[in-house]
């Protein structure tokens, strides 16, 4: 059956995409639950059913042109329209530049920041026609402060703020409206699922003893924030962003220390981060 309220989320396998997916379709959005294997499928499948919801999983890998332009042409030949995407799908790559491939930094930005403008640019012309959609990009604090190890992905949120805050100006002479979701630490598989080059693991590693305290930072706090920013927590803002008339630009989530970097000077922000980290 053809909706008005149409929604495509990347990255619905875990996290904050399968809550996001799950709360959209409770909210009546006839929801596209995508993931780049199906064979994760099963979870998110069985709450739908469970619950009747208007949600079906679609195959998308936002690194593969081919899958990005079968998920959107299917969704646009059954529904002819798509009013929300939610780019979420993304992982960390955690190390030392000097121990990184070029390699590994381009494939970080390849799924962070390629992967949404791959979207993005197959969604618009749908959201154009129809004069209206809200285009929402997971980004993260990370998104607007530098961490010690964590420059790729650290760059590839700040160029995804960089682009989401520009064609924003663009599309919205027809009507869609661009929204930054910033979480701070939130209670999902991205520490645990995230990759490191092998050297840096190495107790030999110049930078080991770093690494460790970067590492033990993280883990500390996701158990610190485990009962307090659960996934559902991002679902509820962007499902927030998506209903409102006039959405905000960015939407700050979770325990996050952007404010903290706005109000402080580059120095004390600077001793603030290394205290955290035990540096
Ligand atoms: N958790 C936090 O504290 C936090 C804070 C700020 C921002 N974020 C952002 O929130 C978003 C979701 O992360 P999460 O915390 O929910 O972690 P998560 O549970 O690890 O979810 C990441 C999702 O991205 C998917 N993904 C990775 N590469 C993909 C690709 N090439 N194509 C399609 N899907 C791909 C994963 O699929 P597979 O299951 O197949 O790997 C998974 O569904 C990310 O953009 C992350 O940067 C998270």
């Known amino acids: 059956m053809k909706s008005r ?17 799950l709360q959209l379709a409770r909210s009546g959005f006839n929801t596209y639950a995508s993931m780049r294997n199906l064979e994760k499928s099963k979870n998110i499948t069985e709450i739908a059913n469970r619950e009747n919801l208007p949600l079906q999983v679609v195959q998308l890998d936002v690194n593969n042109d081919r899958s ?5 042409g299917r969704i646009e030949q059954e529904q002819e329209r ?12 955690l190390g030392p530049i000097e121990q990184l491939s070029i390699k590994e930094f381009k494939e970080q930005f390849e799924t962070n920041f390629f992967g949404v403008i791959r979207i993005i640019k197959e969604v618009l012309p749908i ?3 129809q004069r209206g959609g809200t285009i929402v990009n997971i980004s993260s604090s990370a998104g607007r402060i530098g961490l010690p190890l964590n420059s790729p992905y650290v760059a590839s949120k700040f160029a995804l703020e960089g682009l989401s805050e520009s064609i924003a100006y663009e599309v919205e002479q027809f009507g869609i409206r661009v929204v930054i979701i910033e979480p701070g630490f939130i209670r999902t ?10 050297k840096a693991l190495d107790p030999k590693s110049p930078y080991f003893s770093l690494m460790q305290k970067v590492e033990n930072h993280f883990k500390s706090m996701m158990e610190n924030v485990s009962s307090s920013s659960p996934p559902e927590e991002v679902a509820k803002v962007i499902l927030q962003a998506v209903r409102s008339e006039n959405p905000e630009l960015r939407y700050t989530v979770g325990t996050t220390i952007i404010q903290a970097r706005m109000n402080m000077p580059d120095r004390e922000f600077r001793k603030m981060i290394m205290q955290n980290f035990s540096m």
Do not use: H
Not at 82 to 93: H, R, S, T
């Open 5 to 21: 309220n149409v929604a495509l989320v990347t990255g619905s396998s875990s996290g904050i995409g399968f809550e996001t997916a």
């Open 68 to 72: 990005v332009k079968e998920a959107i």
């Open 82 to 93: 798509l009013d929300v995407l939610v780019n979420n799908a993304g992982y960390v790559l």
């Open 189 to 198: 598989n991205l520490i645990n699922s995230g990759t490191s080059p092998k």
């Open 127 to 129: 959201m154009r026609r």
